[in-house]
């Protein structure tokens, strides 16, 4: 049962432009919400993050957006960059309880 | 700046030998998790500690994987005996007592 769901398995965006990955999750007791970012060879670098309280988080050219509604995040990088391609995952986690449940992971690729 | 260190990096091994891994956290870092990260997917956790306590192994697969971190700080996880299906990389991550949780560049394990 994959709580946490990332549908597009890759993007492809041109360099200045704007990328958008997107999360679904399925548990509404999740109200922590985390994106992280993973190089080949190396560990997840987390970069931003957002609690169900807001709707909104922004890190420079980071945005993350949060509609509890629709059990939906996105996280949007504006201008996109080169350095930016990269696998994307996103994560969940409630409460009392620190155990992230991660998606399946995004690859961007940021066209020259 | 502080990082997880793991190693090694790379293990090929045959299958029905051990293995072990081995983490050390950033210091101060009382949470510690390892875990598993097949390609194409999202890691997955195989065991939280809490100092030197288990807080959750659920997911650890317990007739052949074992884990330690016997004086709250560095960790061994052991595979023993090693399967085809534990092909994998192996993560480890510490948090301050946060959601925020800290990775290291990972184990590539090869069982052959």
């Known amino acids: 049962d994959q709580q946490v769901k990332q549908n597009s398995p890759s993007l492809s965006v041109q360099e200045g432009r704007i990328s958008i990955l997107n999360c679904d999750y399925t548990?509404?007791?999740?109200?922590?919400f985390l994106w992280y970012k993973k190089y080949p060879a190396e560990g997840p670098t987390f970069l931003i993050s957002?609690?169900?309280?807001?709707d909104k988080n922004e890190d420079g050219r980071f945005t993350v957006f949060l509609n509890k509604s629709a059990k939906h995040l996105s996280l949007h990088i504006v201008p996109s960059q080169p350095g930016d391609s990269a696998v994307y995952f996103c994560?969940?986690?409630?409460?009392?309880?620190?155990?992230?449940?991660f998606g399946t992971g995004t690859r961007l690729t940021i066209i020259p | 700046e502080a990082e997880v260190a793991q190693s090694p990096r790379y293990k090929i091994t045959e299958k029905s030998q051990a293995v072990a891994f081995w983490c050390d956290p950033i210091?101060?870092?009382?949470?510690l998790y390892w875990y598993r990260q097949i390609l194409g997917q999202g890691p997955e956790l195989l065991v939280q500690?809490?100092?030197?306590?288990?807080?959750?192994d659920s997911q650890l697969p317990k007739d052949r994987f074992s884990a330690e971190r016997l004086k709250g700080v560095d960790s061994t996880l052991k595979i023993q005996p090693a399967e085809l299906g534990d092909s994998a990389m192996y993560l480890c991550?510490?948090?301050?007592?946060?959601?925020?949780?800290?990775f290291g560049p990972g184990t590539r394990l090869t069982v052959t």
């Open positions: 957002i609690s169900s309280i807001k």
């Open positions: 991550a510490s948090s301050p007592e946060s959601y925020e949780q800290y």
């Open positions: 210091s101060g870092h009382a949470t």
């Open positions: 548990n509404s007791m999740f109200d922590y």
């Open positions: 994560a969940a986690s409630f409460f009392g309880n620190e155990k992230l449940t």
């Open positions: 500690f809490q100092d030197e306590s288990v807080v959750d």
